[in-house]
């Protein structure tokens, strides 16, 4: 079936550092694909999509580019600031919405 | 528009009682979704609706959990008996039916607590 893999957090970095984390999925069928945020105590919001294979999703400098031929959809951003601490999750929407395990980052002063 | 509603916040039962969550999703959207989220195993999907109807129940652990949907404006996840693995947030989350993929609207989740 179909599944989503992202890597294992935590993931500390300093103020104005890069950030990636890594996605790939698995599916039958041709998804779009999200990134998901989740502060705490609270539900996930959606940070960005893209729909199609070569679609670069982007909010808040955060930015996501879809491909299809190494089934990946990595998050970036250039300078991460400590207000973007928090769980990412990837996910995709084939016939149903299907998300990986979270990715906790925390950004130090 | 609220968002989805979900209630109650937090929950502390004992276990083997009946636990029952709820859920309103954004008037006109046509998917529900049940997670559950636990730091082992993530967010879980558990369940899913379209128009009212369940598509995938696939993700339900057991038969001590069932969920509903008897109108477009509300949902029930019920567990019965309750047990302390059970212990989890749960979330509900509503979508507009779009053959691309839409963006999935979530409660802000039910913090189950069973001892």
């Known amino acids: 079936g179909d599944s989503v893999t992202q890597m294992e957090g935590p993931v500390t970095l300093s103020e104005e550092a890069f950030l990636t984390i890594n996605c790939t999925y698995t599916?039958?069928?041709?998804?779009?694909l999200f990134w998901y945020v989740q502060y705490p105590g609270e539900g996930l919001q959606l940070l960005l999509k893209?729909?199609?294979?070569?679609d670069k999703g982007s909010n808040k400098g955060f930015e996501a580019t879809y491909r299809k031929e190494t089934t990946s959809f990595h998050l970036e951003k250039g300078s991460v600031q400590v207000s973007d601490s928090a769980v990412y999750f990837c996910?995709?929407?084939?016939?149903?919405?299907?998300f990986g395990k979270g990715t906790r980052l925390h950004i130090l002063p | 528009d609220a968002g989805v509603i979900q209630s109650p916040r937090h929950e502390v039962t004992e276990m083997g009682q009946e636990v029952t969550l709820r859920c309103k999703p954004i008037?006109?959207?046509?998917?529900l979704f049940w997670y559950r989220q636990t730091m082992m195993r993530g967010l879980e999907l558990l369940i899913y609706?379209?128009?009212?109807?369940?598509?995938?129940d696939s993700g339900m652990p057991e038969d001590r959990f069932s969920a509903k949907m008897p109108n477009a404006s509300f949902s029930t996840l019920k567990i019965q008996p309750s047990e302390p693995r059970d212990s989890a947030v749960y979330f509900c989350?509503?979508?507009?039916?779009?053959?691309?993929?839409?963006?999935?609207?979530f409660g802000q989740g039910t913090r189950l607590t069973v001892v």
């Open positions: 996910a995709l929407w084939d016939d149903k919405i299907i």
């Open positions: 893209a729909t199609k294979a070569d």
């Open positions: 989350a509503s979508t507009p039916d779009s053959p691309w993929g839409t963006e999935a609207f």
């Open positions: 008037s006109g959207h046509d998917y």
């Open positions: 609706f379209n128009n009212n109807v369940p598509i995938d």
């Open positions: 599916a039958t069928g041709y998804p779009s």
